[in-house]
């Protein structure tokens, strides 16, 4: 195989990895901003309530349901997991793609390996005319 495929399968491999991370990033970012969100609307929801004469928000009054905490802590967790087997696994295509770069910008190929220089093949550069 020609030496020169594996930069050219680094470079894929580098943006692929870039972009899941990007993306990562983008959904943290937008889960922030929720975050934030739904603490504004908590806060108003405890001002209204109290307007009305109530002592606690209808999100407060769910709180004597058990079952709840539990299953927000498994979609969590499940959540958490999905998103850092994603975010690793594009820090692992980076990582790959760079290697590969550097394998094949290796001068002669790669010793004891298929993976030898185009110019071995018979398929030495041609210069532009």
């Not at 594996?6 to 491999?13: Q, T």
């Not at 908590?42 to 058990?66: K, P, S």
Request: include cysteine.
């Amino acid at each position: 195989m020609c030496q020169q495929w594996l930069s050219a399968i680094g470079l894929i491999a580098d943006v692929i990895g870039f972009l899941m991370i990007a993306w990562e990033w983008r959904q943290m970012f937008l889960h922030d901003r929720s975050n934030r969100e739904l603490a504004i609307s908590e806060i108003r929801a405890r001002y209204f309530a109290r307007l009305e004469g109530r002592d606690r928000t209808e999100y407060e009054m769910d709180e004597g349901n058990y079952h709840l905490p539990k299953h927000m802590e498994n979609a969590l967790n499940y959540q958490f997991d999905r998103r850092r087997r994603f975010f690793y696994g594009g820090a692992a295509l980076v990582i790959l793609g760079f290697l590969g770069q550097v394998a094949g910008s290796l001068p002669g190929g790669i010793p004891g390996t298929p993976f030898q220089s185009c110019s071995t093949f018979g398929w030495a550069p041609t210069s532009a005319k």
